[in-house]
T-cell receptor, first 112, second 110 residues
Framework: DTEVTQTPKHLVMGMTNKKSLKCEQHMGHRAMYWYKQKAKKPPELMFVYSYEKLSINESVPSRFSPECPNSSLLNLHLHALQPEDSALYLC???????????FGSGTRLTVV | AQRVTQPEKLLSVFKGAPVELKCNYSYSGSPELFWYVQYSRQRLQLLLRHISRESIKGFTADLNKGETSFHLKKPFAQEEDSAMYYCALVLSGGYNKLIFGAGTRLAVHP
């Protein structure tokens, strides 16, 4: 298995809802990442997990809450989002420095 | 500050023409550079990494530390090369943090 799998592919949620995005990889990668990509813009880093511990939080608002239950799974819990949070949320994993990241296909989130 | 600059938002060429997508970086450490490609409605894919010095789909990129550049080149563009191309830099220090340039859209016309 050489892929990063993200579910759901699409999500529409209200501003008072609570939802979660899920990411899974079985490549043995020990670093996992959440990125946010707005239309026609490059991906922007949100969080970095290394060996299941949060290493970097790029000053992301607390309405986004990451979780890494084990080395294969990464979740992003969403609560009280704003319409401007609508974007493509990408998960990625990496083996080590110099190998690049493997990206999932993303969850397209719409906040109404 | 660490930065990746892709000066062209759009590069439009005809099939068979040479292509060069420019990328410049600013980084005080030893750079690890990559090119990623995003085809329409597909996931972001790793195209090239500078340490491997490989050629993928006819594309090559050479790291020039003197000019702090990592331009992507292909001698003869194909229509299927039309996509969004991102140059990316890994910031080391134990976290393997990847930052992207703004991207260049390559449009190859028949």
């Amino acid at each position: 298995d050489t892929e990063v799998t993200q579910t759901p592919k699409h999500l529409v949620m209200g501003m008072t809802n609570k939802k979660s995005l899920k990411c899974e990889q079985h490549m043995g990668h020990r670093a996992m990442y959440w990125y946010k990509q707005k239309a026609k813009k490059p991906p922007e880093l949100m969080f970095v997990y290394s060996y299941e511990k949060l290493s970097i939080n790029e000053s992301v608002p607390s309405r986004f809450s990451p979780e890494c239950p084990n080395s294969s799974l990464l979740n992003l819990h969403l609560h009280a989002l704003q319409p401007e949070d609508s974007a493509l949320y990408l998960c990625a994993s990496s083996q080590a420095l110099g190998y690049g990241y493997t990206f999932g296909s993303g969850t397209r989130l719409t906040v109404v | 500050a660490q930065r990746v600059t892709q000066p062209e938002k759009l590069l439009s060429v005809f099939k068979g023409a040479p292509v060069e997508l420019k990328c410049n970086y600013s980084y005080s450490g030893s750079p690890e550079l990559f090119w990623y490609v995003q085809y329409s409605r597909q996931r972001l894919q790793l195209l090239l990494r500078h340490i491997s010095r490989e050629s993928i789909k006819g594309f090559t990129a050479d790291l020039n530390k003197g000019e702090t550049s990592f331009h992507l080149k292909k001698p003869f563009a194909q229509e299927e090369d039309s996509a969004m191309y991102y140059c990316a830099l890994v910031l080391s220090g134990g976290y393997n943090k990847l930052i992207f340039g703004a991207g260049t859209r390559l449009a190859v016309h028949p």
